[in-house]
Nanobody
Framework: QVQLVESGGGLVQAGDSLTLSCAASGRSFSDYAMGWFRQAPGKVLEFLVA????????YYADSVKGRFTISRDSAKNTAYLQMNSLKPEDTALYYC??????????????WGQGTQVTVSS
């Protein structure tokens, strides 16, 4: 089992940066690819980015390429999402997830509770 807890959300101004954390506990964090998603009110869940267990491979959605960066620290069992040049349209509830079925998986096994990011204009 893997438990995930997101943190680091908050209220920021447009153009600011923010780093989200996803702390994992339980079994074999290093065996899972990690991904970040977001959901704005009334919108579907949107995939943002994923990183492979070995940290070598990453996969970014076009919407966040060049602005968001995913990383992971195996020693801390934590994945991160560095967000730069934030825009009001980035306002959403951000989730991390873990998948055992690959970097491009559409089936995530575990989810965190979400952390709210609000970007004012």
């Amino acid at each position: 089992q893997v438990q995930l807890v997101e943190s680091g959300g908050g209220l920021v101004q447009a153009g600011d940066s923010l780093t989200l954390s996803c702390a994992a506990s339980g079994r074999s964090f290093s065996d899972y690819a990690m991904g970040w998603f977001r959901q704005a009110p009334g919108k579907v869940l949107e995939f943002l980015v994923a990183i492979s267990p070995n940290t070598i491979d990453t996969y970014y959605a076009d919407s966040v390429k060049g602005r968001f960066t995913i990383s992971r620290d195996s020693a801390k069992n934590t994945a991160y999402l560095q967000m730069n040049s934030l825009k009001p349209e980035d306002t959403a509830l951000y989730y991390c997830g873990a998948t055992s079925t690959g970097l491009h998986s559409s089936n995530y096994d575990y989810w965190g509770q979400g952390t709210q990011v609000t970007v004012s204009s």
